[in-house]
T-cell receptor, first 112, second 109 residues
Framework: KAGVTQTPRYLIKTRGQQVTLSCSPI?????VSWYQQTPGQGLQFLFE???????NKGNFPGRFSGRQFSNSRSEMNVSTLELGDSALYLC???????????FGPGTRLTVL | SQQGEEDPQALSIQEGENATMNCSYK?????LQWYRQNSGRGLVHLIL?????REKHSGRLRVTLDTSKKSSSLLITASRAADTASYFC?????????FGSGTRLLVRP
């Protein structure tokens, strides 16, 4: 099976812009989660989707949003970018068996 | 907030030696997972241990779980230079993983 794919891999934006990141889960996986990784805060949970429904959300401002499509692919959007949004954004998919999560390579976002 | 805390934060060993990393967590768990990350890339899933298991093996990896002490350990035997990476434990809660701060392992050739 192909692994989790994320696009784009690298992104440079300026403050105030918005960005959309995409994630394709492992075939058959219906749960998709998003995480932000920064040197200061480490790995932090953003949100989780299952069958197009958000089941859990982390402690992030409303500028961070996501959605899941009927084919389980997911997107996350960050509006009004701030310098502090520079991070590695990781997507993970799970088959729900013990919530074993498998991660994609990440999208490195740099906000200038 | 981070549930798991890894110890040590950094570890430097010689190739061929064993590496042991510890993880402590705060609340009850369904399972605990260990991941490896190379140089800011994606996380590679290493092993999952369920709350009713005490020990699990996968190749050169051995994971233990002590739910009474809320702790887990990851042992890498006969380490190789390619094992150089950051290692994270993660606990499962309400459809999300809560990660520890990680252990940076350096294996010197």
């Amino acid at each position: 099976k192909a692994g989790v794919t994320q696009t784009p891999r690298y992104l440079i934006k300026t403050r105030g812009q918005q960005v959309t990141l995409s994630c394709s889960p492992i075939s058959g996986h219906r749960s998709v989660s998003w995480y932000q990784q920064t040197p200061g805060q480490g790995l932090q949970f953003l949100f989780e989707y299952f069958s197009e429904t958000q089941r859990n959300k982390g402690n992030f401002p409303g500028r961070f949003s996501g959605r899941q499509f009927s084919n389980s692919r997911s997107e996350m959007n960050v509006s009004t970018l701030e310098l502090g949004d520079s991070a590695l954004y990781l997507c993970a998919s799970s088959s729900q068996r013990y919530n074993e999560q498998f991660f994609g390579p990440g999208t490195r976002l740099t906000v200038l | 907030s981070q549930q798991g805390e890894e110890d040590p934060q950094a570890l430097s060993i010689q190739e061929g030696e064993n590496a042991t990393m510890n993880c402590s967590y705060k609340t009850s768990i369904n399972n605990l997972q260990w991941y490896r990350q190379n140089s800011g890339r994606g996380l590679v899933h290493l092993i999952l241990i369920r709350s009713n298991e005490r020990e699990k093996h996968s190749g050169r990896l051995r994971v233990t779980l002590d739910t009474s002490k809320k702790s887990s350990s990851l042992l890498i035997t006969a380490s190789r230079a390619a094992d150089t990476a950051s290692y994270f434990c993660a606990t499962d809660s309400s459809y999300k993983l809560i990660f520890g701060s990680g252990t940076r392992l350096l294996v010197r050739p």
